[in-house]
C-alpha cells in the first residue's frame, strides 16, 4: 500500500480521532491527554460524569473551540476552531433556532447557510412530525423545537452528526420518538454518530460503539459487542477471581465480580453471566470515581 493508500484509507475508516487533545479554559483543564479513534459508521455512546469532558470533545470536534494541545482529526481534517467543519453537524442542549422566524424560514435560512443542503429531506423530517411549516418556532413545545433543530441538523446531510445531550428536556415519549427519527436517518446513509446522555437505557437500544470519558480523559472505548464479550459477571462466595478485576462488590456473603478477562472461568461455586451494557458502564465510571477521589 503507498503512503497516498494509506492516508485515504485512514480517512475512510476513523471518523474522528484525537492524540494527547487537551482543552484548557483558563485555570481548569476540561480535557486532557484525551486519546480516541471512533471508525466511521458507528452509532457511538459517549458517557462520563458531569464535569467530564464530554461537551468540550464535542466542542473540538464541531470546530468551535481551538484545542490547547495534543491534536483532532474529524473526517481526515484538522477543524480550525472557527465553525462546523463541511460534513460535521453538531446538536447541543441549546438549540440556536430563531424564535421570531417560521419553520418555513429556519429551512430557508438552513439552505441559504449549507452547501450540501437537502431541503426535501428536511422538509420531510418536518412533516413527520406533523408540524407546520408555517408556525413560529417560539409557538412550538420543546418537542417540535427539537425536531426542526435536528432537520436543521440532518439538512446538511453530514457524514459525522455530534449530539450533546439534545433530548434531555424531552418527555419520554418524544424522546423515543425523536430517537427513532434520529436512528432511522442514520441507519439510512451511514452516517457516523457521537451521542451523550447520562441515560443509559436510550443509549443500550441505539449505540453499537462506547466512549467513557472521565477526568478529561477516555477511560474505555470499543464496540459494544466486543466490550460486552471481553467482560463477565462473576457471582459466588469465597475466595474471587484475581485475574483482569474491574470491581469487585460484596453483599452479604456473596461478590459481585466485573472481570475484563475474554474468557474468563468462574471459580468452583461461582456462576458466570454477562453483563448489560448499563452494569458495564456504571461498574467502570465507579471504579473510575473512586479512582479521582483517591488521588
Ligand atoms: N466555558 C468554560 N469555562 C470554564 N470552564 C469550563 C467551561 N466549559 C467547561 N468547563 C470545565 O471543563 C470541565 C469539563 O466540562 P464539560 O462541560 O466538557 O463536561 P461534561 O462531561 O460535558 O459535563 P456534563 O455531563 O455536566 O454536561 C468541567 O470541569 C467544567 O467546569
Known amino acids: 500500500m503507498t503512503p497516498t493508500e494509506e492516508s485515504e484509507k485512514h480517512v475512510d475508516e476513523l471518523a474522528l480521532e484525537t492524540r494527547d487533545l487537551g482543552k484548557r479554559y483558563r485555570r481548569t483543564w476540561g480535557l486532557r491527554g484525551c486519546d ?13 460524569p458531569n464535569g467530564a469532558g464530554k461537551s468540550t470533545l464535542m466542542a473540538l470536534a464541531a470546530g468551535l473551540i481551538p484545542a490547547t494541545e495534543g491534536r483532532i482529526e474529524v473526517l481526515g481534517r484538522v477543524p480550525d476552531g472557527t465553525g462546523c467543519p463541511r460534513g460535521v453537524s453538531f446538536l447541543g442542549q441549546d438549540k440556536p433556532l430563531y424564535k421570531g422566524f417560521t419553520v418555513a424560514e429556519t ?15 428536511a422538509t420531510r423530517l418536518i412533516e413527520e412530525g406533523a408540524i407546520p411549516l408555517t408556525a413560529k418556532v417560539g409557538t412550538l413545545s420543546g418537542g417540535q423545537r427539537t425536531r426542526v433543530a435536528i432537520a ?16 434531555a428536556d424531552l418527555d419520554p415519549l418524544a424522546r423515543d420518538e425523536v430517537m427513532k427519527t434520529l436512528m432511522a ?3 439510512d446513509t451511514g452516517t457516523t454518530v457521537l451521542l451523550s446522555s447520562h441515560i443509559l437505557a436510550d443509549l443500550e437500544d441505539t449505540c453499537d460503539h462506547l466512549v ?16 460486552l464479550a471481553a467482560h463477565h459477571v462473576l457471582i459466588g462466595a469465597g475466595d474471587p477471581p484475581l485475574e483482569g478485576v474491574v470491581e469487585s462488590r460484596t453483599t452479604g456473603r ?3 465480580v466485573l472481570v475484563r478477562a475474554p474468557g474468563a472461568v468462574a471459580p468452583p461455586g461461582w456462576r458466570r453471566e454477562t453483563p448489560t451494557l448499563e452494569e458495564l458502564v456504571l461498574s467502570h465510571l465507579r471504579v473510575q470515581a473512586a479512582q479521582r477521589s483517591a488521588a
Open 212 to 227: 467513557l470519558v472521565a477526568g478529561g480523559r477516555v477511560a474505555l472505548s470499543g464496540d459494544v459487542e466486543d466490550l
Open 152 to 167: 436543521l441538523a440532518l439538512g446538511r446531510r453530514p457524514r459525522l452528526l455530534l449530539l450533546d445531550e439534545p433530548l
Open 254 to 256: 456473596q461478590s459481585t
Open 36 to 48: 480516541l479513534r471512533l471508525p466511521a459508521g458507528r452509532v457511538a455512546a459517549l458517557v462520563g
Open 185 to 187: 436517518s442514520v441507519a
Open 107 to 121: 429551512l430557508r435560512m438552513g439552505r441559504g447557510l449549507n452547501p450540501d443542503w437537502d431541503g426535501e429531506y
